[in-house]
T-cell receptor, first 109, second 114 residues
Framework: LAKTTQPISMDSYEGQEVNITCSHNNIATNDYITWYQQFPSQGPRFIIQ???TKVTNEVASLFIPADRKSSTLSLPRVSLSDTAVYYC??????????FGAGTRLAVHP | ETGVTQTPRHLVMGMTNKKSLKCEQHLGHNAMYWYKQSAKKPLELMFV???????ENNSVPSRFSPECPNSSHLFLHLHTLQPEDSALYLC?????????????FGPGTRLTVL
C-alpha cells in the first residue's frame, strides 16, 4: 500500500487559492489518487480523483506530475465553508483505502 | 446527499446492551465498508464486504459483528461494548471499475457507550 504524507494543517483567507500537496513516493502503477473532504461529525465527501496530469471539476483541480510521486489539490477562491479536513489517498481500486491524519484547512475571514 | 443512509444518527448505550447500526446504499454499488473514527483520529477501516462476502476484517474485536444480507444493506451488531468504543461509525459503499473506485460515505452514527 502506498503511504501518503500531507501537511498536518494549513491556514488561508477567504478568496485565496489553496494548494495542498500530498507525497506518495511508493505509488503503484495501478493506483489512482483520490481526495476527500470531511467536516466535523460527518462522513468524508469525495472531491476529485486522478491518475496523471491534470483533472478539474466544479470544485477543485488535481495536479499530478509525470512521476506521480506527489499530487496537489487546488481549491480556487476558498470560503469559510471550505474549512475542513482534506485527505489524500492512493489505491488500486479495491478494498483498502487507508486514511491518514489528513490536512486541517482553516479559512479565516 | 442521500446515496448512503445510516440509522440511527445518534446512539447511547450501556455496556450490557445489544444494539445494531444500519446502513443502506442506493447507488447500486457492489462493496460496502464500516469505518470507526474516534475523536481527532484518522478513520480506521473495520470491515469490507464485496458482493455480500466479507473480504476484510481489520482485527476488530468480536463484540462488533457485521452482517451484509445483500449488496445494498450492511449492519453492525454491537454487544458488551466498552466506553472506548465510543466514536463516529461510518458506512461507505463503492463500485470498482477499471482499477479505481470512489467510496461514498454515509453521515455516520455517533455512538456513546456509558
Amino acid at each position: 500500500l502506498a503511504k501518503t504524507t500531507q501537511p498536518i494543517s494549513m491556514d488561508s483567507y477567504e478568496g485565496q487559492e489553496v494548494n495542498i500537496t500530498c507525497s506518495h513516493n511508493n505509488i503503484a502503477t495501478n493506483d489512482y489518487i483520490t481526495w476527500y473532504q470531511q467536516f466535523p461529525s460527518q462522513g468524508p465527501r469525495f472531491i476529485i480523483q486522478g491518475y496523471k496530469t491534470k483533472v478539474t471539476n466544479e470544485v477543485a483541480s488535481l495536479f499530478i506530475p509525470a512521476d506521480r510521486k506527489s499530487s496537489t489539490l487546488s481549491l480556487p477562491r476558498v470560503s469559510l465553508s471550505d474549512t475542513a479536513v482534506y485527505y489524500c489517498l492512493v489505491g488500486d481500486g479495491y478494498n483498502k483505502l487507508i486514511f491518514g491524519a489528513g490536512t486541517r484547512l482553516a479559512v479565516h475571514p | 446527499e442521500t446515496g448512503v443512509t445510516q440509522t440511527p444518527r445518534h446512539l447511547v448505550m450501556g455496556m450490557t446492551n445489544k444494539k445494531s447500526l444500519k446502513c443502506e446504499q442506493h447507488l447500486g454499488h457492489n462493496a460496502m465498508y464500516w469505518y470507526k473514527q474516534s475523536a481527532k483520529k484518522p478513520l480506521e477501516l473495520m470491515f469490507v464486504y464485496n458482493f455480500k462476502e466479507q473480504t476484510e476484517n481489520n482485527s476488530v474485536p468480536s463484540r462488533f459483528s457485521p452482517e451484509c444480507p445483500n449488496s445494498s444493506h450492511l449492519f453492525l451488531h454491537l454487544h458488551t461494548l466498552q466506553p472506548e468504543d465510543s466514536a463516529l461509525y461510518l458506512c461507505a459503499s463503492s463500485q470498482t471499475r477499471e482499477g479505481r473506485h470512489t467510496q461514498y460515505f454515509g453521515p455516520g452514527t455517533r455512538l456513546t457507550v456509558l
